[in-house]
């Protein structure tokens, strides 16, 4: 009879035996395996939850977008070129974000300083308790409390008699620009522009686009500039 090793004997059917749930368990692979399962499913409900989820505060959200586009502050200068590009500013951050009507006044007063900051800490009381007062309102208070009148007349003035002369046509179109906005109801349509800035340019200019006779104030000046 053959002698059997009892150690080896008492081996083989460990060998031999089936891997069970609770052998996997302790395998160090079935282990990291169900930690990163565990991992997904985690993940997977934050995802989930996040999508459910409220939308952050609308005032706050639109506070924060306004700000992201760090907007200029206004001190209150009597200077209606520095007041309008503010305004400007506002009109196109507002519309970008989309801020909400009803925000505008509050977001856009947040950026006042001095004069301006003094001015609206005693007309708001008054202004707030007008029907339907926004933020075109408040443009208009704007206006007629920051661009006074005698101002108003000083830009009138220098647009009714603007010329070319020894600017170039890049520096005259600039200037015009800026005087239009500050006195639109003297050139209330674009053919009302268009034959302003053709009337202000130097001799030759004026008469090639006189001939050629541009539609719009950007055909106008591309003729001009063209001519340089």
Aim: proline share 7%; charged share 25%; net charge negative.
């Amino acid at each position: 009879m053959t002698d059997v090793n009892p150690v080896e004997f008492e081996m083989a059917p460990l060998r031999n035996r089936a891997r069970t749930p609770e052998t996997l368990v302790n395998d160090p692979l079935a282990q990291n395996l169900q930690q990163l399962t565990l991992i997904a499913q985690t993940l997977r409900n934050v995802i989930l939850n996040n999508n459910n989820s409220p939308p952050l505060n609308e005032n706050h959200d639109a506070a924060c977008q306004v700000s992201s586009h760090r907007p200029p502050t206004f001190a209150g200068e009597e200077d209606p070129t520095t007041l309008e590009e503010w305004i400007r500013t506002f009109d196109k951050i507002f519309e970008v974000v989309g801020c909400p009507e009803e925000r505008r006044v509050e977001l856009a007063t947040f950026y006042f300083e001095h004069e301006a900051d003094l001015w609206w800490f005693h007309e708001s009381p008054a202004f707030r308790q007008e029907p339907g007062f926004n933020w075109e309102t408040l443009k208009t208070k704007l206006r007629e409390s920051f661009y006074p009148a005698h101002v108003r007349s000083a830009m009138y003035e220098e647009f009714l008699h603007l010329k070319q002369g020894l600017a170039t046509v890049v520096e005259y179109h600039k200037r015009f620009l800026e005087l239009t906005r500050l006195a639109q109801m003297l050139v209330p349509t674009e053919a009302t522009k268009v034959d302003k800035f053709v009337a202000g340019l130097n001799f030759d200019a004026r008469k090639a686009l006189t001939v050629s006779k541009p539609r719009t104030l950007n055909e106008a000046y591309a003729s001009a500039a063209n001519l340089y």
